[in-house]
């Protein structure tokens, strides 16, 4: 029996991918879980699913046909692109199904919602950093900051709970997306649309931010 797929609930960077030339990764930290959880609903139509994802190669495809039917550069199409994925501090923020391994596997009902949820293993709620093997790239004293727990306590806290990433063939189309994103997030609630006034206390803060964009060298990213 064959399974039908909607690609309106697929996120386009898994499949078929967004088209880019450039992109930001916009990694946050949750802050305000409830108010978080109340803006990303609202997020939700910014995101590029599967679906949107084909209707922009479809786009691409045709500029360049017409282009080479008369005889002309095709000409570079910005179709900006979001995507969001989280970390598994970050599923537990949401309120999501969390686990522990030991447990589950002694526990007959758990086993059965662990299997039925299909989630991860205890690695993905352990963190690749805790999964550090200490040798070569593997050596904490290797990664840089940005990315290291910060200890509270006796207690570490990841800084990171999930990444936004935005993509498209145009720089200032990107930056326009990017600072759409941001302004979803971290606006004052009930701030005018036209000037709207950044919150001193948002729910969530933008703990890292990289860029990318292709190299010279066709089909690469740097």
């Avoid at 909607?6 to 880019?20: M, S």
């Avoid at 046909?65 to 537990?92: C, H, M, Y």
């Avoid at 299997?115 to 904490?140: F, I």
């Avoid at 979803?184 to 005018?192: A, N, Q, T, Y």
Wanted: hydrophobic residues 30%.
């Amino acid at each position: 029996m064959s399974s039908l797929i909607r690609k309106a609930n697929i996120q386009g960077d898994i499949w078929p991918g967004l088209p880019k030339r450039f992109q930001s990764f916009l990694f946050f930290r949750i802050r305000k879980p409830d108010e978080f959880k109340q803006r990303l609903k609202g997020f939700v139509p910014q995101i590029t699913t599967a679906e949107d994802a084909c209707r922009m190669k479809e786009i691409i495809f045709k500029e360049k046909t017409a282009a080479r039917d008369e005889g002309r550069p095709a000409k570079i199409q910005p179709l900006p692109g979001v995507n969001i994925a989280f970390a598994s501090t970050g599923l537990a923020a949401l309120g999501k199904f969390t686990f522990h391994e030991d447990i589950v596997k002694k526990d007959r009902k758990l086993s059965t919602i662990f299997r039925k949820k299909q989630l991860r293993g205890g690695l993905y709620g352990k963190g690749m950093y805790d999964d550090l093997v200490n040798e070569g790239w593997d050596d904490p004293q290797e990664i840089r900051k940005e990315y290291t727990p910060v200890t509270v306590g006796q207690q570490k806290e990841r800084l990171i709970d999930g990444v936004i990433t935005v993509t498209s063939s145009l720089k200032p189309e990107l930056d326009d997306k990017v600072n759409r994103v941001k302004e979803h997030f971290l606006k004052e609630p009930g701030s005018d649309p036209d000037n709207y006034r950044i919150s001193n206390d948002p729910a969530i803060e933008f703990t890292l931010i990289r860029e990318g964009k292709t190299r010279p060298e066709k089909g690469k990213e740097q």
